[in-house]
């Protein structure tokens, strides 16, 4: 079962995709953030064309466990997509995962030029993969 994530930002949302057997997640694109519809609607889109069974959006919690605003923005993408398409679609927690794709990065030894890039599609890669690990067979 191929399951989607998206990473929602302000300017581009990062998309990841896992391997038929839902253990494995990868890159798959960045969006270039439009409007919320159309974004919904491409993302629909892609997870048609991927056979997808499922959609992830990142979204942040505060320590209270409530949405911050960027969460909500999050939210709003996941009820946008939910209009677009039938595929069952879920939040799940994003915190850190952009700091954590940074630290991998350095960690690897990348060097600071390449590390410049846009990091979204590996936080989608990120907020999967922890999606994936918790629900593991």
């Not at 892609?46 to 990142?58: E, T, W, Y």
């Not at 911050?68 to 915190?95: C, F, H, M, N, Y």
């Not at 952009?98 to 030894?109: D, E, L, N, P, S």
Request: charge should be neutral.
């Amino acid at each position: 079962m191929y399951i989607l994530a998206v990473d929602p930002g302000e300017k581009r949302l990062g998309v990841a995709i896992s391997d038929s057997t839902g253990t494995i997640a990868n890159p798959l694109t960045i969006i270039k953030h439009v409007s919320r519809p159309i974004d919904a609607a491409t993302i629909a889109q892609l997870a048609g064309d991927h056979s997808v069974k499922l959609i992830i959006v990142g979204a942040t919690y505060d320590d209270d466990g409530e949405l911050t605003p960027q969460g909500r923005r999050g939210a709003r993408l996941a009820e946008a997509i939910k209009t677009q398409t039938d595929i069952a679609v879920a939040l799940w927690d994003e915190s850190n995962s952009t700091q954590a794709v940074k630290a991998a990065r350095i960690a690897m030894g990348s060097p600071r030029s390449k590390r410049k890039r846009h990091l979204d599609d590996l936080a989608a890669t990120y907020i999967l993969q922890t999606y994936l690990d918790f629900h593991g067979k």
